[in-house]
């Protein structure tokens, strides 16, 4: 199994990092940077063992037959993965296409 990042997606990580931090959810870069990488390490390593359900229709501008998985990290906050899954030479692969937090999607889904 593998679990593959669109460019697009690590850019928002990257992105995100900042993000975090400007906005004061983090007093410091690094623990904002930090939140991140915990937060990519997580998805790749459990994502192919998490439950998930197919993403609702808003989601088809990621990509079609999508499905999604839940990723809590706080109580306040939840993050999103979606995703396709596929075969490549016999190997499973989870491509990972979007992921947003409870605070910005949860009403689309």
Do not use: C
């Not at 359900?53 to 990621?62: I, L, Q, S």
């Not at 990723?71 to 306040?76: A, M, S, V």
């Amino acid at each position: 199994m593998k679990v593959l990042i669109l460019p697009e997606v690590r850019q928002y990580f990257y992105e995100l990092s900042y993000i975090l931090y400007e906005k004061d959810y983090f007093g410091f870069i690094d623990s904002s940077e930090k939140y991140i990488e915990d937060l990519v390490t997580d998805i790749k390593t459990n994502l192919p063992t998490m439950q998930h359900k197919p993403a609702p229709k808003y989601f088809d501008r990621y990509g079609k037959g999508m499905y999604y998985a839940v990723f809590k990290k706080n109580k306040n906050t939840q993050w999103y993965v979606f995703f396709r899954i596929y075969r490549e030479n016999r190997e499973l692969i989870y491509q990972i296409r979007y992921i947003g937090n409870n605070h910005v999607i949860a009403q689309y889904l």
